[in-house]
């Protein structure tokens, strides 16, 4: 039995959680470290870390975990926020509980949180965290929250794209781009008028393993801009891509500024500035 569980991915926590919405009692599933479980690949563009799969547990999606999410009532949030919330919050989220029961049921029809995490409650785990997100006052910092969970929804739709790729989760993956695009560019905003702080939301990622903080949101925001902003009319994507420019040229400092910056953050940064240049000199 030990043997067994040792060699399992996740385990549930012994203690339980009680919902600060409905007041239902569940337990967490989080991930086992060590024994191979987790084999570290290459970055991507968007700072995503890729892990091989083993032979021993296959693919391993580290991101299906990260939201805690109530069973009952679908309350779903960081874990660091889901006790957190205040009274009004409890109970705008009890009032719209159904709405979030219904939002998923045509694409995952089948989601059960008391069961072991698959691609698709990853994915609804991060959908029901943006819908919780919406009753969070401003000191929560939800609408960098929201972008970052867009962000990964984003990732995760992709990777179930790839695993049945009849079923169209390639395009659930591009509305996830476009809210992202959305909310990192409203949470940009927001901070500049002084409505909500970013380096308050805490752990910025974008993924699990290095936390590139408010240098990250810039190059996430200006990349989203680039690939998921204004594409149709020339003038609005010139206009767009000049907005990206902007924001991923805050990244290049000058002495000091510029070395204390993670080093593969700024070659991707780089880059990315070449190519909004390249396309507006085009």
């Known amino acids: 039995m030990s043997a067994k569980a040792g060699d399992s991915i996740t385990f549930f926590s012994k203690n339980s959680i009680t919902c600060p ?12 470290t060590g ?34 999410v109530c069973p009952e009532c679908l309350y779903a949030a960081f874990p660091q926020d889901f006790d957190t919330i205040p ?6 989220l009890d009032e719209s509980r159904q709405s979030r029961r219904n939002s998923l049921l045509k694409i995952f029809p089948d989601l059960d949180f008391t069961q072991p995490r698959d691609l698709p409650s990853g994915i609804a785990s991060y959908h029901y965290a ?8 401003p000191e929560m910092s939800p609408t960098i929250k929201k972008g970052l969970c867009s962000l990964r929804a984003a990732w995760l739709s992709n990777d179930l794209h790839r695993k049945q790729p009849g079923e ?14 959305f909310f990192y560019s409203e949470a940009l905003r927001y901070e500049e008028e002084g409505k909500e702080g970013i380096t308050d939301a805490g752990f910025l990622g974008p ?6 903080g408010y240098d990250g949101v810039l190059y996430i925001s200006a990349l989203l801009e680039y690939h998921h902003g204004a594409q149709d009319d020339e003038e609005t994507r010139r206009k767009s891509l000049e907005r990206a420019k902007t924001t991923v040229g805050r ?8 070395k204390d910056k993670p080093s593969t953050l700024l ?8 190519n909004i240049n390249s396309e507006l000199k085009g």
């Open 251 to 258: 990244l290049f400092g000058l002495g000091k500024a510029s």
């Open 21 to 32: 919405v409905c007041s239902s009692e569940f337990y967490r599933e989080d991930m086992r």
């Open 267 to 274: 070659e991707r940064a780089r880059d990315l500035h070449a």
């Open 207 to 212: 993924d699990l393993d290095q936390n590139y």
């Open 168 to 181: 169209h989760y390639d395009y659930l993956a591009q509305l996830y781009y476009h809210k992202a695009w």
């Open 130 to 137: 943006m819908m919780s997100m919406e009753s969070f006052p």
């Open 35 to 68: 024994r191979g479980r987790l084999i570290a690949g290459s970055l991507t563009e968007e700072l995503r870390r890729l892990y091989e799969p083993t032979e021993k547990y296959g693919e391993v999606y580290p991101l299906v975990y990260s939201i805690t």
């Open 87 to 92: 009274p009004a919050s409890a109970a705008a």
